[in-house]
């Protein structure tokens, strides 16, 4: 027994040693950002460590480190379990946020709230938290909403290894740079930090058939051979002789910043390569070179410790020979507390760069700087989905003045880790649908055929079409106008038109209009058409009935009109004679006053002399009343109640107008167009239909 007790406790005591050995080495790699290392060490210490301190400490280092390498699954895992074994003074509370980092960029954005509604509990003031959430929420109505762009992954040029950051290295864009760890680079020894082969630039060249060839390292002194270095995102001038790009140094026990290096092209191939001098910068963390424009100026990240947060945008400008200026912080309208990388500016010099700073998807989005006209940052605009993911989203160039052009990401469904995307924005859809319909009787509406129809933009008429024999009319429209549809059919109907916009539609879109066309007719009463008691005074209310019958008379300019306007039967007779003829002359004045040539107009009032006919619409609404009766005064005082009294002079109350028919014409039978909407039941439409082609 104690034999056995003995054996025992020197097996836990070997892996207690043998599990701190692993910590040891794993942080001794760390340190030195061997993330590749420094995770086989901590896997190992795993197996051997139970107190709970020691869970979450190795836990939490094993998802730091997965998180470097672009893991971002395992990094969950661990993160969880290092949340789960949380001790306070062992790991940073700041699991939390790595954790729900981790599960945003596997598109598990519900559970990530909550996660950074925990952390925001211990630290409430971190930026980096606030904006996770805000991210979350905006990510899932990105990916149901996407834009119009196209990414197709570029399966000729990626490998199952890294491939990354493309550039264009020629005027007719048909040869581009790009950087890669696959099988063959020239530095095929393993870089300990990205646990991946050492990076070299490649290039591959399009054939006048637009197929890509078969990707081959640059010649000359860019890739190192046999070395620690990685050759990374690079930048080549448009006469295609000069390039900047990032090299890194990565071996074991190698902790040197990063740097920017200049080479130019001695025939068919590049000369040596040397680092560029950025005053100031020599000891800290330069990379990921963007000319711009002018060819000058050199935008790049570098991380400092007077940064916004990681790595922050610079630019500095070209004095001589590899020498630059002191370099300029692009400020708190760019840079973040998170990382900003991998600049590219187009030809018309708008930026663009990836973020894991500002609110996005997941990891690093795909940004536009957004600008003043003096050329000042004043927002960023997030290029959402597909174009962003959930992953890491960076490294986008394109074709001139295009919409189109190349990205990298490593989202699911690639190749390999980070692949070369291509991208472009199809031609915008718009458009329009349109039918024409006579409903003059709601329950007997007619599809119209041989109707005229105008379609106007911001610029005049684009078109005339003809309803076909089903009413329909289709057109296609563009981006960015305002249209009017205007419909006609001959001299017994009302023209009617239908105006929208296309301005902020980004989607291919169908816009859907029905043109609701009424015959002529003699007297139709306009609704809500009201006056202050005993008054002749227009109230505000009234002139929207007003507006609308100016616009039909603006579109209809061959038809005069009478303006009729009554009284209940209360009052004297030529009293209310005097005040109906005072209201109508009110309509006629606002008409005027909106432009309408008063030789259009004419009125006259009827007092209480012409009660009003209880229509199909009027007894629906009021179950005391039967179409077909007469108001009277009779009909009115025999009423059981004070309320059915007042909801009858109401109706009496009315103002109509009518259409002067031309001497040559034959007289048209009345139909009401009341102020009250059909449910497609029966009644007359409205002069609100009218206008708008509504129903």
Known sequence: MKRAI?????LLTTCIVFGQRHIERGDEAFSTNMYDIAKDH????????????EIAYVNYQLGYCYNMLGNSIKAE?????????????????DVLLYYADALRMNSKYEDAIEIYKEYLKINPNDHRATSGIQSCEIAPRWINRPTRYRVTNMSRLNSTKLDF?????????RVIYFTTSREGTMGDRTNYRAGQNFTDIYEVTQDRKGTWGEPRPVQGGINTVNTIEDEGASVVSSRGNEMFFTRCKAGRRVDEPCKIYYSERRGNAWGEAVPINIPGFEKYEVGYPALAPDEKTLYF?????????????????KISGVNFSTPINLGPKINTVGNEVFPTVREDGTLYFASDGHPGMGGLDIFKAITDENGNFIDVENLKYPINSSWDDFGIIFMGEEERGYLTSDRRGGKGGDDIYSFYLPPLEINLSGLVRDTTDMDNIRLIRDAKVTIRNDEGIVAELSSGANGTFAYKLEQDQNYNVRAEIDRDYFINSVSFTTHNIDNDTTIHVNINMGRIQKIIVLPNIEYDYDKATLRPESTVALNQLVKTLEENPHIRIELRAHTDFRGAHEYNINLSQAR???CVNYIISKGIDKDRLEFIGFGKTEPREVTKEIAKEYDFLEEGTILTEEFIRALPNNSQIEITHQLNRRTEFSVIPDEEEEEEESIFVDERKEDGTGGKVTIEEVETGEF
């Open 42 to 53: 901590y896997e190992r210490a795993l197996a051997n460590v139970s107190s709970k301190s």
């Open 301 to 317: 990240s570098a991380e400092t410790p007077d940064n916004y947060g990681g790595m922050d945008l610079f630019y500095t400008t």
């Open 6 to 10: 003995i054996i025992l406790t020197i």
């Open 165 to 173: 950051s493309p550039t264009w290295a020629s005027r007719d864009y």
């Open 77 to 93: 895992s661990h993160f969880k379990v290092a949340a789960e074994n949380y001790v306070q003074g062992v790991i940073k509370p």
């Open 584 to 586: 109508a002359e009110s």
